[in-house]
Nanobody, 124 residues
């Protein structure tokens, strides 16, 4: 069974950067498409970005992160990354990675495996 572990969250000032990592184990991660989601207090979990199993295709769910966030993967390391630049207070949330075998989706209910999340707080 695939297991996912996020890391890299923390407290950062507005305009700062963080790189989140999603490490996969238990199965070959290059079989799966990996999505990043986030959940802010009092809000629903929303899609942020997704990368295809090969890494050849990426997409970003929200225009607010395009140009600031970049998703990538290193299948040799079984790890997917989310580089977040020019962070804003509204990016504050718990960030989750999730995996599914068919194709990238923005629908959280379509993902089969989830990590435990990592907290990102953007504040001065």
């Amino acid at each position: 069974q695939l297991q996912l572990v996020e890391s890299g969250g923390g407290l950062v000032q507005p305009g700062g950067s963080l790189r989140l990592s999603c490490a996969a184990s238990g199965f070959r991660s290059d079989y799966y498409h990996i999505g990043w989601f986030r959940q802010a207090p009092g809000k629903e979990r929303e899609a942020v970005s997704c990368v295809s199993s090969s890494g050849s295709s990426t997409n970003y769910a929200d225009s607010s992160v395009k140009g600031r966030f970049a998703i990538s993967r290193d299948n040799a390391k079984n790890t997917v990354y989310l580089q977040m630049n020019s962070l804003k207070p509204e990016d504050t949330a718990i960030y989750y990675c999730a995996a599914r075998s068919r194709y990238c989706s923005r629908r959280r209910e379509e993902y089969d495996y989830w990590g435990q999340g990592t907290q990102v707080t953007v504040s001065s």
